[in-house]
Each structure stands twice: as C-alpha cells, then as structure tokens.
C-alpha cells in the first residue's frame, strides 16, 4: 500500500509503498477514504512538532473511512462500519490500523470529506470556547485567521453560540468566506491599520481566538475588556506572542494555552463529550463545514503548500482511494 511518509526531518516526504498492516488486538484495520492536512503537519516535517513520533512516519493526524477488519478484543466497531479518526499520525496512507478507542462512529450522511478534516478544527473551536474560554451569549469573540481551517470553524461555533464575531482574515475573498460562516464584523489583516485600534473602535472584545500569534496577539490583547480571556491556537505567523503577566493582573485577563490533542492525555471524556455535541448539531444543520481542495494522495504535497502559502480556505483534504 501507498503511504506519504517523511524519513528524516527539514526534507520533503514523498509516497513509498509498504507491507499493508495488521490489527493488534485492541486495533482496527482503516480503508482510508480522506484525510484532512492540519498546519501541524508542516511542524512535523520540520521537527518541531510538541508530539512527535518516531522516524520514519506516515503524516496525517485525522482520517475517516471505513472498517476493513477488527482485532480480537474490540467489540464495540465492526466490518463495514464508517468511523472518523484522530491518529496523530498514519493518515496520508490508503490503510491504517488504528486503536479502536480512537474511533468516532460518523452519521451516514456525512461524507468522508467532512467527517476526515471535522475532528480537530471544530473540536478544538468547541472545546477552547465553550470549556476553556466560557464564551457566553452576547459577548465579543474575536477570531485571528477567520478563513483557516481552525479559525473558520470558531466564527461557526462562536456565532452559534450567540456571541458577535468580529473576523480577521488576508484579503476580500477569504473574509467572505468568514461572513458566510457567520462572522458580524470584517476585518482585513492587509490594510496596515493597527488592530489594538480597530477593535477598540468596535467597542473591545470579550474572548480572543488567536491562531496567528506575534503583533496580532498583541494587538487583540491590548483590545480585551475587563476579564477578557485570550485563547493561544496556534502561532501561524511564525511569532511566538510576548505574554506580559503585569497587563493580565491590571485588566483581569487570561491568557489561556490550548492542545486539543492533549485531552487524549488527561481527560478524554473531555472530546468524547464535545464531538458528540457537535455530530448534533452538523445533523441538525447548525452547521456546514467548508473543505476549499480535494486532492489524491499523490498530489498530498500541493495540499501541504496549499497551508503553507494560506491559500486555502477551510480545509484541504486528500482522498488516497480517488
């Protein structure tokens, strides 16, 4: 089988062909129909991932398709069964076994596409606003990179819940983008004007989304309200934030770090509980998960450029069975 594997950190991986495996006992057997690309897979091909595994490695850290065959100890899956996974790894591949405590049953009418790229972005918006950050009906949200993958997904679920969303994004086209999922207030991350500034013009803000990090944390920070909270994402800027703790106690802010991964650690329950909230509400049509490419498995590198260069809006996602 065809897998995208990298062999050595700082150099390109490339698809190389290997023994199809086999389910342990508590594994299962995955026909890998899609597999969303996350801005953490051009960390794991330079190193500097916070988890890395061991080399050489298959990228690609969620997946959905469908069950091929079951290890003796797993009772709870079947053969046949359509299930989304978030592997950490193992991904870009046409199979994959997988530990079957890891798989999330998906309705029969979501497609593969959505189910493959929906675990990380929106549990991480869900989990970080609702749990983390408290967001209440009301208040201000605002989200840095509105038109990625992550950042889209928390205009979606802020907006669901009841919040005013002010977006930030590069340019016209992905601020569209951003509006159609909700988003009251547009802001153009090009036009020069200092942020601290427009978003004090809009009266502040209540909760801060920030994937990009740098002078936009700062700028965002410097906006918050009285007991804002700052949500750390990401830093897709390439800057980590100057975190200043005499501002927080001034203001009564939070600065709050953020892993969805690291939920699988300590409180698994945790996601469980969120995904299964949010199924509900993507059955119930609250809402509608935007995949901007598709692509085979041997066009995976365009996909990964794709993030790289921001050119994508919501998620890029490769089907090895195309």
């Known amino acids: 089988m065809r897998v995208y594997q990298i062999s050595e950190h700082n150099v390109n991986p490339s698809l190389v062909d290997i023994a199809m495996p086999i389910p342990a006992e508590d594994e299962i057997l995955i026909r890998i129909m899609a597999c969303g690309l996350n801005f953490a897979d051009l960390l794991m091909i330079k190193g500097k991932y916070q988890d890395l595994p061991a080399l050489p490695t298959t990228l690609g850290l969620e997946l959905a398709g469908i069950v091929e065959a079951t290890g003796d100890c797993v009772k709870n ?7 989304a996974v978030y592997s950490g790894h193992g991904g870009l591949a046409e199979y994959g076994v997988f530990p079957a405590d890891r798989c999330l049953p998906i309705p029969d009418d979501m497609p593969f596409e959505i189910a493959a790229g929906f675990q990380i972005a929106y549990g991480s918006s869900h989990l970080a606003l609702d749990r983390c950050a408290r967001l209440q009906p009301g208040e201000t949200l605002f989200v840095s990179g509105a038109a990625g993958g992550v950042g ?29 999922a909700g988003a009251d207030v547009l802001i153009d991350a090009t036009d020069g004007t200092e942020l601290r500034t427009q978003l004090k013009d809009l009266g502040g803000v209540d909760v801060v ?11 965002a920070f410097r906006a918050c309200n ?83 260069s921001r050119k994508a809006t919501g998620k890029v996602v490769i089907t090895p069975h195309a």
């Open 209 to 219: 989304y920030d994937t990009i990090g740098g002078d936009t944390y700062t700028g």
């Open 77 to 83: 899956l079947h053969v046949g069964q359509r299930v």
């Open 152 to 180: 889209l997904t928390a205009v979606e679920i802020g907006k669901h819940m009841g919040a005013r969303v002010i977006a930030s994004a590069r340019g016209e086209e992905k601020l569209q983008v951003a509006k159609a």
């Open 226 to 308: 009285p007991e804002g909270r700052v949500l750390l994402i990401g830093f897709a800027g390439g800057d980590l934030p100057e975190i200043k703790p005499n501002h927080m106690l001034v203001k009564n802010i939070s600065v709050i770090g953020f892993y969805w991964g690291g939920y699988l650690k300590f409180n698994p329950k945790a996601l469980t509980d969120s995904l299964a909230t949010l199924l509900e509400w993507y059955s119930a049509g609250h809402l509608k998960p935007h995949v901007s490419h598709i692509l085979p498995l041997d066009r995976a590198d365009e996909g990964l450029e794709l993030l790289r």
